[in-house]
């Protein structure tokens, strides 16, 4: 949705109408507290206009305070999206990281591992740069990109399983904005995990550059 998520009612008329137009599943946007607030509401007004579409919650920086303070906001959602670059940096970052793994397990809800090109682990693109450069052949930089994003992805996926996640509740994505990278990617990808991957094409930005 691009409503404020605030606003519980325009959203969830956005979402019905997502819904209605053929959408399976909607993502709303989980940044605030009053957002977090928001969320048990429009899964409300959705159930009184007979919609049963699942909401899909995309956490930020702080989604580790918002599942944990505000549980009915982690009871509503169907799934949670975590950006395992985006949850805080160096021991915070596992921290937050397992906050939010916790919530899922206590609620039963799959999450989607989104790791993608702007938000990528620094320390863990740097230590396979310094990998690579110790290469008798050293890969190009997009390779090492690719190798970061995937790596990226299954470590937070494996960890969110040795937090107690069912492995069949883990979705990954690694979203890239060009067609052969996202194929070269998710062929990388499949050879090294059995996790259900998200197709993550996509492009920030608003207009033709979105």
């Known amino acids: ?3 404020d ?4 009612v325009a959203t969830a008329i956005q979402v ?4 209605v137009a053929g959408a399976e599943m909607v993502r709303i946007t ?3 507290p009053e957002a977090a607030k928001a969320v048990p509401y429009i899964r409300e007004q959705l ?4 919609q049963n579409v699942p909401l899909i919650g995309d956490f930020h920086y702080n989604g580790h305070r918002l599942l944990t303070e505000h549980p009915d906001c982690a009871q509503a959602l169907s799934k949670y999206r975590i950006n395992p670059g985006n949850v805080g ?3 915070k970052r596992d921290r937050q990281f397992a906050q939010m793994i916790e919530a ?4 039963g809800k799959p999450v989607r ?10 320390d863990l693109l740097a230590a396979l740069m310094d990998v690579n450069h110790a290469r008798a052949q050293p890969w190009d930089a997009q390779q090492v990109m690719y190798q970061a994003l995937v790596t990226s992805g299954i470590r937070s996926a494996d960890m969110a399983c040795e937090l107690g996640m069912d492995p069949n509740q883990v979705i990954i994505s690694c979203k890239v904005s060009g067609v052969q990278d996202l194929i070269s990617v998710y062929r990388g990808l499949a050879a090294r995990c059995d996790y259900a991957l998200h197709l993550g094409l996509t492009e920030a930005g608003m207009g033709k550059i979105g």
Not at 5 to 8: E, I, L, Q, S
Not at 16 to 19: D, G, H, R, S, V
Not at 113 to 122: A, E, F, P, Y
């Open 16 to 19: 019905k109408e997502l819904a």
């Open 104 to 107: 899922a397990v206590r609620y």
């Open 1 to 3: 949705t691009n409503t």
């Open 30 to 32: 989980v940044n605030t």
């Open 113 to 122: 591992i989104g790791v993608n090109w702007g938000s990528l682990d620094q």
């Open 5 to 8: 998520t605030v606003d519980a």
């Open 47 to 50: 159930d009184r206009m007979g």
């Open 89 to 91: 940096k160096g021991d």
